[in-house]
């Protein structure tokens, strides 16, 4: 992921301000993480190659709703934290790893960041709703949201932690990157 892989090494005090650290209301994270979503786009739609393992993602044609209203959506309707909506850009910064280039394009970013998102807030947050509403706020089958999910956790080895060092880092670099610095 352009200037948000590298970790570097945060104290316990600068984890905790972090921690504490109000990042956003919801329209203004929704807008830095929709910018930083749209540049990973940009960057893999001018890579030809597919991945066969994430076809399954792929619609046909890329969906009507912007990404911007697409996160609006998924933070209002599925009630997930903000942290969820970073440690889903995680397992797909993950991913990308793993195949050593930008995975996300026009026609899989919808599909392919709210199965990470509903999949974060499963595993980190305290509230999270069964895969039948979550599809609904996807705007996709239950059957193929069920799909989806499980592809997602097999090409990640079930690897589903995420240091809190990673996690702070992410979410300083899209602070630092994404928003709007007054100086």
Request: charged share 20%.
């Amino acid at each position: 992921m352009q200037n948000l892989d590298s970790t570097k090494e945060l104290t316990y005090e600068q984890q905790h301000e972090l921690y504490n650290q109000q990042i956003a209301d919801n329209k203004q994270f929704s807008s830095a993480m929709a910018y930083l979503l749209m540049d990973l786009c940009e960057e893999g739609d001018n890579d030809a190659n597919n991945i066969q393992e994430l076809e399954s993602f792929n619609s046909p044609k890329v969906p009507s709703i912007s990404i911007y209203d697409y996160i609006c959506r998924i933070l209002k309707q599925a009630q997930c934290s903000q942290e969820c909506l970073i440690m889903g850009l995680i397992l797909i910064d993950k991913l990308s790893q793993k195949w050593g280039r930008i995975i996300v394009k026009s026609n899989n970013v919808h599909r392919l960041y709210v199965v990470s998102v509903m999949l974060s807030a499963k595993f980190y947050d305290d509230r999270f709703f069964q895969n039948s509403y979550y599809a609904k706020v996807a705007g996709i089958s239950h059957e193929e949201f069920n799909h989806l999910e499980r592809v997602l956790v097999f090409l990640l080895d079930f690897k589903l932690i995420i240091d809190p060092l990673l996690f702070f880092t992410y979410r300083q670099r899209i602070i630092t990157n994404y928003f709007d610095n007054p100086e």
